[in-house]
């Protein structure tokens, strides 16, 4: 039987911050000079975000900051810089609970009990430790103490393609399996202040916020959903230096060139015709929204409708770039619209560092009519 993603969960912390609140945070900083200011404006209003969460409610207001916490501003709201240390051990406190409320509602919509997983699948690339996340959630949970745990790490947007891809794999091996996925990124924790053009370019579109998906081939759940009918992966010629994440003393650290978008522009032909190959055109598409200029370029080199892309807009307005965890938000939104139709194709794609380009075909099922859940779906939220 074909695997299919019976339902997405999704979380995000409950501090959500306007655009322009947290642009005028960056704007303010000490020592900046008029053309980095400049930069900031026109990075932040070219983003096409319009609200971004984080577990950093300091930012939101500084008297709901944690006090067992790093500061990450002083009383005249000046960012400050953290040990990357501090900035894990914040990860590690906060990630499970986001993390386990995804999951929690990915299972309840699914109608699929914790005891019933056989294994389970995280993804991360914005914080370390061990026992990590998949141990916490059979914790957290209560999943069987049996159920095989496996971790993605530090692969960047790109990963949810890849965890879903391992999570069919699994079904394929054993058909009885049921498979969690869930992914979990806090960008926000590695915030700074930079006049560095690529610095401020990461700042103006991460996000946090947690994803989870129920994957199975076997007659468990509720019915319909998205088959998963096909994985596809790709490097493109150029790109390994304009897209990287590394570790600093001071956080984790984000290059993301200009030359992203230009290179997706250039290279998305090749990589989808290659990929979509001489089956029919997809119906609906689901593109990681790196940012509003990568998904103008996958628009454009695809000579795709403008409404093509209308759900990945939305996530990306509401939500920001959630780094891995943003696809599935897209997913869950095409998922619930009825506007997509029972047979529905769906081409995803994800890009992330090398430059990788990831791609997912998928078929939507619906078993019944539902009412119209046009607008963005919320995400449960979950204290800081």
Not at 66 to 84: E, I, K, N, V
Request: glycine share 8%; with cysteine; aromatic share 4%.
């Amino acid at each position: 039987m074909t695997a299919r993603i019976v339902s997405i969960g999704t979380a995000v912390p409950a501090t959500r911050l306007p655009q322009d609140q947290v642009r005028d945070l960056f704007a303010g900083q000490p020592g900046l000079d008029r053309l980095t200011r400049r930069r900031i404006h026109a990075a932040f209003g070219a983003s096409a975000i319009e609200h971004r969460h984080t577990v950093l409610a300091e930012l939101g207001d500084p008297a709901s900051r944690d006090d067992a916490a790093p500061r990450f501003l002083d009383g005249a709201r000046t960012l400050l810089s953290p040990t990357t240390g501090e900035r894990n051990d914040l990860y590690t406190r906060l990630a499970p609970d986001l993390t386990a409320a995804a999951a929690a509602q990915a299972l309840t919509d699914a109608g699929v009990p914790a005891s019933v997983v056989t294994h389970v699948v995280t993804v991360s690339c914005t914080g370390f430790f061990a026992p990590g996340p998949d141990y916490r959630l059979v914790r957290d949970l209560g999943l069987p103490t049996t159920a095989e745990r496996y971790h993605l790490g530090f692969i960047g947007c790109a990963a949810a393609l890849p965890a879903l891809r391992l999570a069919t794999r699994l079904t394929h091996s054993q058909p009885d399996a049921v498979v969690l996925v869930v992914c979990t990124e806090l960008c926000s924790l590695h915030v700074r202040a930079s006049d560095d053009p690529q610095q401020i370019v990461a700042a103006s579109v991460f996000a946090d916020g947690a994803a989870a998906a129920v994957v199975t081939s076997a007659d468990v759940g509720r019915p319909g959903g998205l088959d998963l009918d096909r994985f596809g992966t790709a490097l493109t010629d150029e790109g390994e230096s304009d897209m990287v994440w590394t570790i600093g003393d001071h956080g984790f650290e984000m290059v993301l060139s200009a030359e992203v978008p230009r290179i997706i522009g250039r290279e998305i032909r090749g990589a989808v015709d290659g990929f979509v190959g001489d089956d029919r055109p997809p119906d609906v598409w689901a593109v990681h929204p790196g940012g509003r200029s990568v998904l103008d370029r996958v628009e454009s080199g695809l000579e795709l409708d403008p409404r093509a892309l209308a759900a990945s807009r939305a996530v990306l307005r509401d939500y920001g770039n959630m780094s891995s965890v943003t696809i599935l938000f897209i997913l869950r939104a095409l998922l619930r619209d009825d506007a997509v139709a029972d047979g529905a194709r769906v081409a995803g794609l994800a890009f992330g560092p090398g430059l990788t380009v990831e791609s997912a075909m998928l078929t939507k099922r619906v078993p019944r009519p539902r009412s119209s859940a046009a607008e963005t779906p919320a995400a449960a939220t979950v204290p800081a």
